[in-house]
């Protein structure tokens, strides 16, 4: 059965950073590309950031571009999402997701087979 699961969001200070990651099991981890996604309050699910496990290509969309590290711990089949000078409009949940990968294809633009049940990062002003 393929799991994902979401951690380390909370309450986190404008101007500051959050680090979250996302744990795997249940289907090889070489294989995939793991997402980003975040919804915040009253507005649409928006994609972040992706990594190809594989070759380790990397995307971030605008919302976060500048701020952020995706990486991956392949010892671990984890995904580690860091983002820094949080602002209000960061207060979101925190997805993540995956998706089978073809190699140097770029992780960008893929529809998502597997979810994980998010986590809350509430950023205060």
Request: hydrophobic share 40%.
């Given at each position: 059965?393929?799991?994902?699961v979401e951690s380390g969001g909370g309450l986190v200070q404008a101007g500051g950073s959050l680090s979250l990651s996302c744990g795997t099991s249940g289907f090889t981890f070489g294989d995939?590309?793991?997402a980003w996604f975040r919804q915040a309050p009253g507005k649409e699910r928006?994609?972040?950031a992706c990594i190809g496990i594989s070759d380790g290509n990397t995307h971030y969309y605008a919302s976060v571009k500048g701020r952020a590290t995706i990486s991956s711990d392949n010892a671990r089949s984890s995904v580690l999402?860091?983002?820094?000078?949080?602002?209000?409009?960061?207060?979101?949940?925190?997805?993540c997701a995956a998706a089978e990968y073809y190699p140097n294809s770029g992780c960008a633009g893929y529809g998502?087979?597997?979810w994980g049940?998010?986590?809350?990062?509430?950023v205060s002003s």
């Open positions: 059965e393929v799991q994902l995939y590309l793991i928006e994609e972040i999402l860091q983002i820094n000078g949080l602002t209000v409009e960061d207060t979101a949940v925190y997805y998502m087979d597997s049940k998010g986590t809350l990062v509430t």
